[in-house]
């Protein structure tokens, strides 16, 4: 990895916080993981505009948003486990904060796909509003209007509302 051009390893840096991100989208290991490598075959593919990218990370992780939105968009085909007769063995989570993630995350697959991105960004990857704006293609407006409302919608959720607190308009 030594002998790597800088941008390879640049690259590379990246891969961590490509992969929590996309377990995030995702949900699953096995999708977040084609994610990923998606990600990467793509951005290796474009490699001559590497020199210029400004922000390695709002790149790759703008080509991870429109690949997953392409995913998405796509009718997924039924797929079936080779492994299905192995039983699955039921294991108690053995803390009170395992249950705490699970239901956060049951929580954040339960949000519009646009707000969960960007509550994803914002809060996972500690992205600034500009930087998921570029990297969304969005305004600035819009992303701190979904954070809102993603986040109030999480809060709903997580204390067992139906539907959020309606925010104040404050002029």
């Given at each position: 990895m030594r002998d790597d051009p800088p941008h390879e390893r640049q690259l590379l840096t990246w891969v961590p916080r490509l992969r929590r991100y996309a377990r995030a989208l995702a949900g699953d290991r096995d999708d977040?993981?084609?994610?990923?490598?998606?990600?990467?075959?793509r951005a290796w593919a474009k490699s001559a505009l590497w020199r210029g990218v400004a922000d390695m990370r709002a790149w790759l992780f703008?080509?991870?948003?429109?690949?997953?939105?392409?995913?998405?968009?796509?009718?997924?085909?039924a797929t079936v486990s080779i492994d299905d007769d192995t039983p699955e063995v039921a294991v108690a989570p053995a803390q009170g904060e395992r249950l705490a993630v699970l239901d956060l995350q049951a929580a954040l697959e339960l949000l519009p796909v646009e707000q969960k991105q960007i509550v994803l960004l914002v809060a996972l990857e500690d992205m600034a509003y500009a930087d998921v704006a570029e990297t969304l293609g969005i305004p600035i407006g819009t992303v701190m209007s979904r954070l809102s409302r993603g986040r109030e919608r999480l809060r709903a959720l997580m204390e067992g509302r139906d539907e959020p607190v309606r925010l104040k308009v404050v002029k």
């Open positions: 977040a993981d084609d994610l990923v490598q998606d990600t990467l075959e703008g080509i991870m948003h429109n690949l997953h939105v392409d995913a998405v968009r796509r009718p997924k085909l």
